[in-house]
């Protein structure tokens, strides 16, 4: 392992020869390895070159290496991975207008197909053809280099005081963006408390509603910071011990933490906990577990909104009461939505919610990164395991 780390840091300073160290996934290899790639350049005005800072990996990351899953592009032989960044500004093209060197960024991931509507209108997550890339992750390279190209419209400034936050910025996007499809579907009915301030369309939305939150990972407790920050009371399940520094995350928030041991009795009983005197309002997964998150759909409220953003690998097989399933859905009236990726917006509103988080809950973002690592470290950090794990970072010098 020392072997590798320094010859890896010997590639790393290799910026001034014109070519740069890159970390990714090989065409031919499984695994992830280190290669270098000439610097890029700015080829257009629109463009802004971008060094980078740093990356935060996560699941998404370790289940491409660890299932051997990479979407490269014709004609390529490696994709640089890693797709939540920070870095600053080095360059602007001559059209570039809202960017200047020295610019505190992040980018969006998405790029969207350039023909339906959603794409050209910026929404390219909610692109109708499928036909769309993704920086890091389908047919475009990612952020595990020094530099990078991309266009002023995928670039988003990080104002003051967010900057050492940036790796955060896209996997808060996710969560605001589920947040965004709860309040819009459940638009359709008044609150159950019936207080007006309390419309889902309304600035105190969160007031007098109950969440459950599937998942203690990084977009789970960034999910519950958000909840939260808005007023609602928030429960949380995983199957993460109950001695983990997720859970005590999740409790310094003020969410409800409880495990759930089994599929059936045990999510039974977490749901039952939630309802207890009130009205389960809102369901969000993210954790990527099929069977947990189809187990709960039985046992959801009259009128409530289930989210799900985990996309499982491989094959699960289970088997359940599709009859109850269905009968539950129609006749409680409930809403069961899919999620997927976000956009600039999701990125701002990410942004805005940062100094909200950390206001109300003394900084709390600070702990959420707590693993750091070093480019030349890539080894390690891809192979690294811990149950207390929330965002690792990767520094890039």
Known sequence: MAKQETAASQLVDHDKQGMMFAVGMKRAEPGVHGFMLPLPKITSPSQVLIRVQAVGL????????????????????????????????????????????????TMTVRRGCGLCWPCKQGKSDYCLTGQYKERGLH??????????????????????????????????????????????VQSRIPPACGHAS?????????????????????????????????????????????????????????????????????????????QRDRHLDIIIEAAGASELALSIIPYMSRSSVYVLTGIPRGEQLATMDTNKLLRHIVRYNQAIVGSVNSNRTHFEMAIDDIQGINNKFNNILDEFITNRFKLSEYKQAFSFESKDSIKIAIGID
Not at 241 to 253: G, Q
Request: hydrophobic residues 35%; charged residues 30%; proline residues 3%.
């Open 198 to 274: 309390h419309k889902w369309t309304r600035d105190h939305w969160g007031e007098c509603k109950t969440a459950l939150v599937i998942g203690a990972g990084t977009l789970g407790c960034l999910t519950a910071a958000l909840l939260r920050m808005n007023g609602v009371t928030t429960f949380a399940t995983s199957r993460t011990p109950e001695d983990s520094f997720k859970v005590r995350m999740l409790r310094k928030l003020g969410c409800d933490y409880m495990r759930v041991d089994e599929i059936g009795a045990g999510i039974e009983k977490v749901v039952e906990q939630c």
């Open 139 to 184: 047919k475009l390279d990612g952020f595990l280099t020094k530099y990078t190209v991309e266009e002023e419209a995928h670039v988003v400034k990080l104002s003051p005081g967010t900057e050492k936050y940036g790796i955060l910025v896209e996997p808060l996007s996710i969560a605001e963006k589920a947040l965004e499809q709860v309040r819009r």
């Open 58 to 105: 996560d699941g998404t990351d370790f289940s491409m290496v660890s299932h051997d899953k990479k979407d490269i592009a014709d004609g390529r032989e490696e994709i640089v991975i890693g797709h939540e960044m920070m870095g600053v500004v080095e360059e602007v093209g001559s059209g570039v207008i809202s960017l200047r060197p020295g610019d505190p960024v």
